[in-house]
């Protein structure tokens, strides 16, 4: 699709520039036959002002036709034939006398000759100059001018190649996202909604038997209904962003949002027998969404709950810092892990991205955590990071401070 689009877009921009090109080279022509007519009735005429044309040389008159007829006599008193005139005498012949029966003083003879006449008493001076004289000029001027069409366009057609490959780039990039977006989702729900059918079967298949017997395949099914419910839910939020569905900012107190979802994970943290610690600044202020930054710090917590290992070794900071952004609120979430290389660690933000090696069968994301992590920063026009060493995964997440003072309790 993104190829055939490509080339429309080459195909119509490089005829529409052809056809500009024809139309000027068009102009340019008509200018430049006009300019050499002018030139031709210039030197035409300039004969005329020599009194004596006996006095003159055919090498002098390259190209032109002089002759001197009496009016009475009707005979042709001089004729002087040029250097260069490629007509023949007796062609030459027959447009003097087509001249002398001319009602007009200036013309053409066909495609081949120009002329002009003066008359003085009863005499009349002609003068004719032949065209093909400088018909290699006017070739060269031809073959120039179509030299400078085709190259011209063929400069055209490689500028607008690259420059549609560039413009089209993105809505390539975003075609491919949407596309494998599409695949990923189809194959994340796949397998619940195949859980959920083979328990119903089950449960359908014991028609007789009570609901206490098919519990397990009962919670089965409401667990699979759960994790499809989540996996919606977060397909919604990325669809909406994509869409550019922002939800209006405000200032809020990041530190208090923080806060307020460590108290909540913190026990789970110890059920699962992690190591956790954190420390916030208070009274951080960003312009965001509350809802969002709370969302963020839960993803952040409970990815390190779920792919930290043993103890884990988890910790939380936020506090402020000097960055490239300017003064920024900088939450950093990091946690004991199993050991990662540099293109993993470069694709965890990347939609339905899953490192196998650093999950267990008790894990039950779906790849899309850390996306929506990523979007949340954006949405409040920050940036977030990983970083892996010695071990240790860290997530860095940096959001502008809000310019007002900060929100107080």
């Known amino acids: 699709m993104i190829k055939k689009l490509r080339a429309k877009i080459i195909i119509l921009s490089f005829v529409s520039v052809c056809i500009v090109f024809v139309i000027g080279l068009a102009v340019l022509l008509f200018i430049g036959y006009a300019r050499l007519n002018d030139e031709r009735i210039a030197h035409l005429t300039g004969e005329f002002s020599i009194e004596d044309w006996s006095t003159v040389q055919p090498s002098s008159i390259g190209g032109i036709v002089l002759a001197e007829y009496d009016l009475q006599t009707k005979q042709f008193l001089l004729r002087c034939r040029?250097?260069?005139?490629?007509?023949?005498?007796?062609?030459?012949?027959?447009?003097?006398?087509?001249?002398?029966?001319?009602?007009?003083?200036?013309?053409?003879?066909?495609?081949?000759?120009?002329?002009?006449?003066?008359?003085?008493?009863?005499?009349?001076?002609?003068?004719?100059?032949?065209?093909?004289?400088?018909?290699?000029?006017?070739?060269?001027?031809?073959?120039?001018?179509?030299?400078?069409?085709?190259?011209?366009?063929?400069?055209?057609?490689?500028?607008?190649?690259?420059?549609?490959?560039?413009?089209?780039?993105?809505?390539?990039?975003?075609?491919?996202?949407?596309?494998?977006?599409?695949?990923?989702?189809?194959?994340?729900?796949?397998?619940?909604?195949?859980?959920?059918?083979?328990?119903?079967?089950?449960?359908?298949?014991?028609?007789?038997?009570?609901?206490a017997s098919q519990m397990q395949w009962i919670e089965n099914t409401r667990f699979e209904t759960n994790r499809m419910t989540e996996l919606v839910n977060d397909l919604l939020f990325l669809a909406k962003n994509d869409e550019g569905l922002k939800e209006e900012l405000a200032a809020v107190d990041f530190s208090d949002c923080a806060e307020s979802v460590v108290l909540s994970q913190e026990v789970l943290l110890y059920e699962h027998g992690k190591t956790f610690i954190y420390e916030?600044?208070?009274?951080?202020?960003?312009?965001?969404?509350?809802?969002?930054?709370?969302?963020?710090?839960?993803?952040?917590l409970d990815n390190a709950n779920k792919y930290s290992v043993d103890e884990g070794n988890i910790r939380l900071t936020l506090h402020p810092a000097q960055t490239i952004l300017g003064r920024t609120a900088e939450l950093k979430v990091s946690n004991d892990c199993k050991e990662l290389s540099e293109e993993q660690t470069s694709h965890l933000f990347d939609r339905f991205y899953t490192v196998d090696q650093a999950r267990d069968k008790s894990c039950t994301g779906n790849g899309l955590g850390l996306a929506i992590a990523q979007t949340i920063c954006e949405n409040h026009e920050g940036v977030i990071s990983a970083e892996y060493s010695d071990g240790r995964i860290t997530f860095t997440a940096q959001l502008p401070l809000n310019k007002s003072t900060a929100t107080k309790k």
């Not at 003879?109 to 008493?121: A, C, D, K």
């Not at 916030?280 to 710090?297: N, R």
Request: aromatic letters at 8%.
């Open 82 to 211: 040029g250097a260069g005139v490629s007509q023949s005498d007796e062609y030459v012949e027959q447009a003097l006398e087509r001249v002398i029966n001319r009602h007009s003083d200036d013309g053409t003879l066909g495609f081949g000759m120009v002329y002009s006449r003066r008359i003085n008493g009863n005499v009349m001076r002609i003068a004719i100059y032949d065209r093909g004289y400088n018909s290699s000029r006017e070739t060269k001027y031809l073959i120039y001018s179509l030299i400078a069409l085709l190259v011209g366009a063929a400069c055209y057609l490689l500028i607008s190649y690259f420059l549609a490959k560039m413009a089209l780039r993105p809505v390539e990039i975003t075609w491919k996202r949407q596309k494998q977006f599409v695949a990923d989702a189809s194959h994340e729900l796949k397998t619940p909604l195949a859980v959920i059918r083979a328990n119903t079967d089950l449960v359908a298949s014991h028609k007789n038997a009570t609901v």
């Open 280 to 300: 916030i600044t208070p009274h951080l202020s960003v312009l965001g969404s509350d809802g969002q930054l709370k969302q963020l710090v839960t993803i952040l």
